[in-house]
């Protein structure tokens, strides 16, 4: 099939599987499963529950996972590698310690109207990006062991930090940040997701206007380059609107792993590897993807809900070792 | 003759290290150049100056008697196709969406290729002999094969000037002809020139018409195959014996034991 109808076909079925997804989730939870009920009745407790809590809750969700597998899929065509993701990279590390630093010298809430812990949030995350491609990049290849490692090196290094920070906070700012690490959506009213989409449309925006680039940079940056290709530009573009888009989401909800990974490797496996096509389609499947996470994540125990980070890491770390199996043919350096 | 490139004093140097050393070169339409040298002698560091995606650290390099900095990158990318020597697919692409990737120069950033644009990527496989694998994968095929996908990729771009990095490293002795039998075809219908770094000093007096010879970044010689293929340069170059015999009017040049 062609790229553009299959780009076409591709996009009608996802975003009917979100619709679906997203009006399951919306009527499903601890509270009254009748649709009908909810919105025809009268009843103020449960219009207030669907429409300040379910609605704002499911649109965060896909904001949130599309704009993770989004990002996910651009860091793979950076890193010209399908383990790369705003998770293996410590780039959620980056975000989140960023968050919690400005939470914690409790900075006045906006700076020139957008959220200082946004703007903390995006400042590691750029930082994060630099030091791993470059470190991992060796003579214009990125070695898979060395991404790993600089990944994982630096989430520790974060991690660590944060736990520093935890040390020195009282009893009840350290429950808050554990709650905030391990990712989730409990906290969502409309205003949020309005604020995520400031900065998360123009990241989303910017990767999806650079997806032909990215399919030529696959071939190598002296071919990229040899076919018009500014790779020093896109690759600027590349850092700083996944930071955009990923500070954006991880300040807000925390880091919530892995759908940067599991998303767009689905997709490579049914729609092939066309950047055009992936980076538009994972944006509508991670959409589809967390908010299913988050369903269960609030149905699963109930009347307990569980943060939705936990969810995706768990199906997230299997997955990853899945993959790491399956690259056995790839020379891992 | 019409010249395409010219390039006079040509330097550049790696971090600090010298690798081309003041090169002149002019490169005519229809041509076939071949650019020997011992490795490291600066063959590929060469090459990428000439296509563009390295800026020289001095000298002049017109192109078109333009200066090749001031020509938009996507213009040169429809003149000039370029094949390196190490090969990256990065993911796993069908054939046939590599060799459409060269078409790229002439699609707009939000554009599909059209019926066209396939059309010209269907005739640049078959012209290469690749058409039957346009739906394997890059991955799944020999090395060699890639290769020539990479090859039917520049054909693709359809460029004045194709600028080759040993184009025939991967492949046996009849993929090899093939692919120079090909450049050689290519010339003579569309008057396309070609620049190849090789290390066949065999092949060369079949299909080259040019020989520009590398020595530690600096052109040791040049000239006609025949002019070029001399016992006491060859030996001078590659620091190994050779003999050049000549027989019924052909060369043959060996290496002496």
């Known amino acids: 099939m062609k790229a553009k109808k299959k780009l076409v076909t591709s996009l009608g079925i996802l975003f009917l599987l979100w619709i679906i997804v997203a009006v399951v989730s919306v009527f499903t939870g601890t509270y009254e499963m009748n649709p009908f009920k909810a919105i025809f009745s009268g009843d103020e407790m449960l219009r207030t529950i669907y429409f300040q809590v379910r609605i704002p809750r499911v649109l965060m969700a896909a904001v949130a996972g599309g704009t993770l597998a989004i990002s996910g899929a651009a860091l793979q065509a950076l890193f010209r590698n399908p383990l790369a993701a705003p998770f293996t990279l410590g780039i959620s590390g980056g975000a ?38 470059s470190v991992s990049k060796v003579h214009g290849v990125v070695a898979t062991g060395r991404l790993l490692l600089a990944g994982v090196v630096t989430n520790f290094l974060y991690s660590a930090l944060i736990l520093f920070i935890q040390f020195f906070s009282d009893f009840i700012q ?3 940040t554990i709650r905030w690490i391990m990712g989730s959506l409990d906290i969502v009213e409309l205003g949020t997701v309005w604020k995520t989409l400031i900065f998360a449309i123009p990241g989303c925006l910017i990767l999806l206007s650079i997806t032909k680039d990215m399919n030529l940079f696959a071939l190598g940056d ?15 573009k590349i850092y700083f609107a996944t930071s955009l888009a990923v500070s954006a989401v991880i300040s807000v909800t925390g880091p919530i ?3 940067g990974l599991i998303i767009p490797h689905l997709l490579r496996m049914i729609l092939g590897v066309d950047n055009r ?9 991670g959409a589809s993807f967390l908010t299913a996470a988050d369903t269960i994540s609030r149905t699963i125990f109930t009347p307990i809900e569980i943060p939705v980070g936990i969810v995706t890491a768990s199906c997230g770390g299997v997955f990853f070792l899945w993959l790491l199996m399956r690259m056995k043919k790839e020379i891992i350096v | 003759m019409e010249r ?27 041509r076939i150049i071949g650019v020997l040298g011992a490795n490291g002698a600066g063959k590929s560091t060469l090459l990428k100056i000439l296509c563009g995606v390295l800026n020289p650290k001095s000298g002049n390099l017109l192109y078109n008697s333009r200066e090749i900095k001031y020509v938009d990158k996507r213009e040169a990318a429809k003149r000039i196709s370029y094949v390196p020597q190490n090969l990256t697919f990065g993911f796993p692409f069908t054939v046939a969406e590599v060799v ?5 120069p002439y699609i707009g950033r939000f554009e599909f290729e059209r019926e066209t644009d396939w059309k010209v990527a269907i005739h640049a496989m078959e012209t290469v002999g690749i058409a039957h694998l346009q739906d394997r994968l890059v991955t799944e095929i020999s090395g060699g094969e890639r290769q020539l996908t990479s090859l039917a990729r520049a054909v693709a771009q359809e460029p004045e000037i194709m600028i080759l990095d ?42 080259f018409d040019e020989i520009i010879l590398l020595k530690d970044g600096k052109i040791f010689a040049e000239g006609s195959p025949e002019e070029i293929l001399k016992e006491e340069i060859l030996t001078a170059v590659y620091e190994i014996g050779v003999t050049v015999k000549k027989e019924n009017g052909k060369i043959f040049v060996l290496p002496m034991e």
């Open chain 1, 174 to 176: 350290s429950l808050q």
């Open chain 1, 277 to 285: 096509i992936i980076l538009p389609c994972s944006f509508l499947l």
């Open chain 2, 166 to 207: 040993e184009p025939a490293t991967f492949l046996d002795v009849k993929h090899k002809t093939e692919v120079m039998r090909l450049l050689k075809r290519l010339k003579d219908e569309k008057n396309i020139s070609v620049v190849a770094a090789t290390h066949d000093i065999f092949s060369v007096l079949f299909y």
């Open chain 1, 222 to 236: 002296d071919v990229a380059s040899s076919l018009g290709v500014n790779v020093g530009i896109m690759e600027k």
């Open chain 2, 4 to 30: 395409i490139i010219e390039g006079q004093d040509i330097r550049f140097s790696y971090d600090g290290a010298e690798v081309l050393r003041g090169i002149n070169i002019s490169i005519s339409k229809g």
């Open chain 1, 96 to 133: 989140s310690l960023g968050a919690i630093i400005a939470i914690r010298l409790g900075l006045g809430e906006t700076v020139l109207g957008f959220s200082s812990i946004t703007i903390f949030s995006f400042i590691f995350s750029i930082f994060t990006i630099l030091f791993v491609y």
């Open chain 2, 100 to 104: 459409l990737m060269g078409r790229a």
């Open chain 1, 257 to 259: 792993g892995f759908v």
